[in-house]
């Protein structure tokens, strides 16, 4: 979940800090006052385009720094992107991202205070958060997003057809290399034998990445190694004035104290345990030097064979394990040429098998997925007939399409957002409160499968009031059960549902506007409903009826 939210000289915010927990996140307050700066600053720290013009007159930058808590499949997703960034981990799952905008253009990207691209941000982004409402991050318009939720309502997995497709694709790429080369094969067969008989020859190990150069360094320092470690071995436990000598008259010593003084039975327990211990280090030292060889014949066979592996390192690849990969491509690549014409009548017919094993694959997909379309759909309809479109339909279009990595098909949600008109393409039809509301839908049907850990919806329940309202309030409470949510919100029939009531509120100070946001609880959090319901003249009736709403949300 996002935990914290720190925002300074970002538009009317000159510093404010924003504490979430989990469940549902409200966010209230007058027109103006600020609340999508907020948004706006969450959208930041996710990876999204920043913008000079929004730092605050007079700063020379804006920053914004977000915690965010992770456990389970999102913090996996997310280590696994730090890890291959070469970022820091998530140190007891926790994620702080920094970033700042400088009015003069550019900025700094920090993850786990480590410098970071806005390319590795984003990816984050799109694992931690989506974000819906009258801003840019709407997945629900991308089909592969469509086809991931309608995937993971109908438990519909395509692991077959992935199979059958990469099978299909290393096929075509091994002919087309083949029959693409005109050219005499005989200069490359040539070198791909030289360059075998080269690594095979050398017969490597992963033992030649690591241990050949331990014992390398070992047999070059060997007489420096086995003269430092003999001394320290004698000043441990030498016959003469040793630390052990010095340790056992000190234990006899306290011995003799005990008798007398309690704590030094204690100390002389202590005092051997650790004899005990360099006793023990001394007997592995001396181990140790026994197996250093310092035979000048050793010596230069391992700095042949460290040569060597330099030099077929140097040549074709950094690890020893990615050299042994490479030779079994280029062996297999030799194979190929030297029975080309063979090779390609075998694999035109494999590809021709491949193919049609696509076509089955993906066709059962397809039928997999219309089933589980109907469904959706049906599911989808109900919750947004409880949420105001009560003549409005929701529809799931799965289209034979040519095949592709994700299938022999195409996913688009429709929307039929009155009577009498055709259901089209939801992201040619829905303007953006429609498309947070729907995507509230969804997200109520989905609440269990999606792995998504925040959910922010930004007014969506804008132009609707009443017990429309409250049904809103309803699902985002119940979306909340599996995920963290934040809504902003106008409407007071969906803020008493919140679990955490947060106001913005904005001032006049010395001539400059500043916003502020604030936790509320208790009597002020029932003074922010009665504001939201009749404004600022808090009347008794107002504020009775403020008090009723929230004991009716809990």
């Known amino acids: ?14 510093k404010a800090s924003a504490e979430f927990g989990p469940g549902l996140n409200v966010i209230t307050g007058e027109t103006g006052a600020g609340k999508s700066v907020f948004m706006g600053a969450l959208e930041l720290a996710l990876g999204a385009r920043a913008d000079s013009s929004a730092v605050r007159d007079g700063a020379k930058e804006a920053k914004v720094e977000a915690e965010f808590e992770l456990s389970g499949s999102p913090l996996a997703a997310v280590s696994a992107i730090l890890d291959d960034a070469g970022l820091p981990p998530c140190e007891g799952g926790s994620l702080v991202v920094r970033r700042s905008v400088s009015s003069a253009g550019g900025g700094r990207v920090q993850v786990n205070d480590s410098p970071a691209t806005v390319q590795t941000l984003r990816a984050i982004g799109r694992i931690l958060a989506d974000l819906h409402g009258p801003t840019d991050h709407q997945s629900l318009l991308e089909e592969q997003f469509q086809r991931r939720v309608l995937d993971a309502y109908g438990d519909v997995s395509s692991s077959a057809y992935a199979e059958a497709w990469k099978r299909l694709c290393a096929d075509r790429a091994r002919l087309e290399s083949l029959k693409g080369d005109s050219s005499d094969p005989s200069l490359e067969i040539e070198t791909l034998r030289y360059q075998l008989e080269e690594i095979d020859g050398a017969k490597l190990t992963e033992d030649d990445e690591t241990d050949l150069f331990a014992r390398h360094a070992s047999a070059a320092h060997a007489s420096e190694i086995v003269s ?3 001394a320290a071995a004698e000043l441990i436990s030498g016959d003469g004035e040793s630390a052990a000598n010095a340790l056992i008259e000190a234990g006899r010593l306290l011995r003799e104290m005990s008798r007398y003084h309690e704590p030094a039975k204690e100390w ?9 211990s360099i006793q023990e280090i001394s007997r592995e030292i001396a181990d140790s030097m026994s197996r250093i060889d310092a035979d000048p014949e050793t010596l230069a066979a391992l700095d042949e064979r460290v040569t060597l592996v330099q030099k077929l390192k140097r ?12 030779a079994e491509r280029k062996r297999e690549r030799l194979g190929d040429l030297e029975s080309r014409d063979e090779r390609v009548r075998e694999l035109e017919a494999a590809v021709s098998a491949d193919e049609k094993s696509v076509r089955e694959a993906g066709a059962a997909l397809a039928s997999r997925r219309r089933k589980a379309a109907a469904k959706l759909a049906k599911a989808v309809t109900k919750e947004l007939r409880e949420l105001g479109f009560l003549q409005s339909g929701f529809g799931v279009e799965v289209a034979d399409a040519a095949p ?6 195409s996913v688009d949600f429709t929307f039929e957002p009155n009577p009498g008109e055709r259901a089209r393409s939801l992201k040619a039809i829905a303007s953006s409160g429609e498309i947070a509301r729907v995507m509230l839908a969804v997200k109520a049907v989905l609440s269990e499968h999606d792995a998504t850990p925040v959910l922010v919806f930004d007014e969506i329940d804008s132009n609707i009031g009443g017990e429309v309202g409250k049904a809103v309030g309803e699902k985002l409470r119940a979306v909340a059960a599996h995920h963290q949510v934040i809504a902003i919100t106008h409407l007071p029939q969906s803020a008493v549902f919140g679990e955490r009531h947060l106001v913005v509120a904005k001032s006049v100070s010395a001539g400059r506007t500043r916003t502020a946001i604030r936790l509320v609880d208790g009597e002020e959090r029932v003074d922010e409903i009665a ?3 009749g404004g600022a003249k808090l009347t008794s009736v107002v504020t009775r009826h403020a008090r009723e709403l929230l004991a009716l949300a809990e």
């Open 531 to 533: 504001r939201m319901l």
């Open 315 to 326: 040549k074709y690849a950094p690890t020893v394990g990615e050299i042994l990969e490479l």
């Open 228 to 230: 430092d470690g003999s």
């Open 268 to 276: 002389g327990e202590q005092l051997e345990n650790s004899l005990l």
């Open 1 to 14: 979940m996002l935990r914290l939210l720190t925002v300074t000289n970002l538009a009317v915010l000159e």
């Open 404 to 409: 592709s990595s994700s299938g022999c098909d």
